[in-house]
């Protein structure tokens, strides 16, 4: 896994914007209608989601190597 | 890792009040990280706006910050201009309220090429008021008050921004998210009139009474149909139509804007008796 994904859940309205949007299907909405990480390994960090995100509420950092 | 554009937001009024998928976040995102990008000081920086769903925008960023009457964000924006042009100032407004309610003063802030950067917020509709049809709902689309589809032709809010005199008119999409950034960060770059048409999703109002109820399928349409002005240029006639529009700079001219011409006449009739 190279990226972190941070979610910052009171602010997901769970508009789906970033589900679709996610070139590899990393992400779902949850029963609750908000963002959950599905597969997690999955993520290029590519960003999309976080570009699109109209509520803020999810950002992708690419994993520094130590 | 924290952003660092969470900085101009007011914290403590988040989540903002916009429906789930409305693209007024994605256009007031993109406007705060266009000041970020060109560095404007915080607190030289002026937001107004006027009233409608776009124009709540002002309430979430932390700047100094106006929420004016209808329609009449751009006169507000134009007297804290005259009464101190060192602010940069930033009208957030609604297609109704600047083509609809304020179409006149957007006109004459146009003509008097007045400093301003203008987001106008393109939803399509009146969101917050129940879904009536604006001035930029497209002919044909459903709306409250156009249950048979809207028969009024549309308003190009970009050409009438240009033959009214502004300076620097651009549009983008919430699709396009940093070139939405660009676009206004250009704008404040601008000394006159900079007028960017932000086209945002409105899922609620629009979109359902349209059969795109989805946030993702209204991106999705901008993604289609929005062509580059470049490339837009060389599309032959036959190959522009349905909905297909323009996005990016789309006019640009230099004008004396209107404090440097008002400091002249300050000039000529003695000084402002400091």
């Known amino acids: 896994m190279n ?47 976080e570009l699109r995100c109209p509520d803020y509420a999810i950002f992708v950092d690419k994993k520094v190597a130590k | ?39 404007l000081d915080r607190d030289k920086t002026i937001i107004v706006s006027g009233i409608g769903c776009s124009s709540r925008a002002s309430g979430y960023m932390d700047f100094d910050t106006l929420h004016t009457a209808h329609g009449r964000a751009i006169p507000f924006a134009t007297g804290i201009k005259l009464a101190n042009p060192e602010l940069n100032v930033v009208v957030i407004t609604g297609d109704g309220d600047c083509t609809a309610i304020g179409g006149n003063h957007f006109i004459h802030g146009c003509r008097r090429n007045v400093d301003l950067t203008v987001v106008l917020f393109n939803n399509n509709i009146y969101g917050m008021t129940g879904g009536q049809a604006s001035p930029m709902t497209p ?22 921004a240009e033959a009214a ?18 676009m206004i960060a250009n704008g404040f770059d601008n000394k006159g009139f900079s007028f960017i048409e932000a086209m945002v999703q409105c899922p609620t109002a629009y979109g359902r009474k349209n059969k795109m109820s989805d946030p993702v399928e209204l991106m999705k349409w901008m993604r289609d149909n929005a062509v580059m002005k470049a490339a837009w240029d060389k599309l032959p006639e036959d190959k522009k139509v349905g909905d297909k529009f323009p996005i990016g700079l789309l006019y640009q001219d230099t004008e004396v804007d209107y404090a440097t011409a008002y400091e002249h006449v300050i000039e000529v009739a003695g000084g402002a008796g400091k």
């Open chain 2, 139 to 160: 002919t044909g689309k459903k709306a409250t008050t156009a249950p048979y589809g809207a028969v009024d032709p549309t308003f190009d809010a970009c050409k009438l």
């Open chain 2, 1 to 39: 890792m924290e952003r660092s554009f969470e900085q101009y937001f007011r914290q403590n009024r988040l989540p903002h009040l916009w429906c789930p998928g409305c693209g007024n976040g994605i256009a007031t995102k993109a406007i705060v990280q266009a000041i970020e990008k060109k560095g």
């Open chain 1, 3 to 49: 990226s972190e994904i941070t979610l910052k859940l009171p602010r997901c309205k769970g508009c789906g914007i970033c589900v679709a949007f996610c070139p590899k299907q990393v992400l779902g909405l949850s029963e609750l209608g908000k963002v959950v990480i599905l597969k997690a390994d999955d993520c290029i960090a590519c960003g999309q989601c």
């Open chain 2, 165 to 182: 005199g502004a300076t620097y008119v651009a549009r983008s999409t919430a699709y396009h998210v940093q070139h939405l950034t660009d």
